[in-house]
């Protein structure tokens, strides 16, 4: 009997050779290319589930591992459906609190949604913040800018490292590279103070003390993974940022603050709408302290 990673194989390699091939029409991607019970997996879901890169990488072995995978999760799911974990007491409070939880996400995405004219922040609203409380953006310690790259395999490392000095564009680098290559875009347009650049992986914070503008650091293995860094830029105790720099930061940081305050004010009128309409009802102090006693003895 061919074991499921066999069946697929042949049937996905068979969907990718006949879709290159000319005059002959490819299968749907509606194709269902796997199923468990009652559900189905189709090609256009697998291959919407799986990142751009892998699939850049190796589509076939990237569809076939991410089928395994599904075909695991439901044959699992089922299992636990058909002893009744549903019906716990356990199950249940626990799907109550993730409920709870995604409605009060929804309700805040739903809160800066509706206000969204009133979230955005001018350049000119971040120089004026900025030259208002100008001293308050000394840095008060070195600061570092720099590149922070994370793979799985040495391989890939060093493939990166010869990318990077080849002149090759970063994004593009942790796109085939980078275990998070949004996270790590991200990361190079920040400073952040030395004595806190990857204080959690010593060596790579080591090196960062003492490396010089665009050197980049040994590739070192940590946690099962591969990293180096490059310093990019820094700026000594006592300089002011430069403002290309810092007021995009600003404006990012005034919006989180105006997000923040609405969403806030938006729950706070919740309460006190729902504290007049006489719904809320509280135990005073006394009370809960003589339940918490009795409960004791």
């Known amino acids: 009997m061919k074991s499921v990673t066999s069946i697929l194989f042949l049937f996905v ?21 796997a199923s468990v019970g009652n559900n189905s997996l189709t090609l256009q879901q697998a291959l919407d589930g799986i990142p751009s890169f ?15 995978q599904w075909v695991e999760t439901q044959v699992t799911v089922d299992h636990a459906n058909r002893i009744g974990i549903p019906n716990t007491a356990e199950f249940q409070q626990k799907l109550s609190q993730y409920r709870n939880q995604l409605l009060k996400n929804l309700l805040r995405n739903y809160i800066i949604e509706t206000h969204s004219d009133e979230l955005s922040v001018s350049s ?8 208002t409380y100008r001293e308050q953006f000394v840095f008060d310690e070195k600061y570092v800018r720099f590149r922070h790259l994370t793979t799985r395999t040495r391989t890939e490392a060093e493939n990166a490292n010869r990318e990077l000095i080849a002149g090759l564009p970063w994004e ?9 290559p949004v996270a790590q875009l991200n990361r190079e347009a920040l400073f952040v103070p030395l004595s806190m650049a990857l204080p959690d992986l010593p060596a790579l914070h080591q090196h960062l003390q003492i490396m010089g503008l665009t050197e980049r650091s040994p590739i070192h293995f940590i946690n099962g ?7 990019l830029e820094e700026k000594t105790e006592g300089e ?12 990012e ?14 729950l706070r009128n919740l309460y006190l709408q729902a504290e007049a309409n006489n719904e809320i009802a509280l135990s005073n102090v006394t009370e809960i302290d003589q339940i918490l006693k009795s409960y004791e003895n």
Do not use: M
């Open 240 to 251: 002011y940022p430069d403002l290309d720099w810092l007021i995009p930061q600003i404006q």
């Open 172 to 180: 593009e680098i942790l796109e085939r590279y980078s275990v998070n």
């Open 13 to 33: 390699a068979a969907a990718i050779v006949l879709s290159g091939c000319n005059g002959v029409s490819p299968p749907s991607k509606d194709t269902v290319i």
């Open 124 to 131: 000119s609203e971040a120089l004026e913040y900025y030259q």
């Open 225 to 231: 993974q591969y990293h180096f860094v490059q310093l």
């Open 54 to 68: 892998r699939l850049q990488e190796d589509s076939l072995s990237a569809v076939l591992a991410y089928t395994n």
């Open 253 to 266: 940081w005034l919006k989180l603050e105006k997000t923040r305050r609405i969403t806030n004010a938006y």
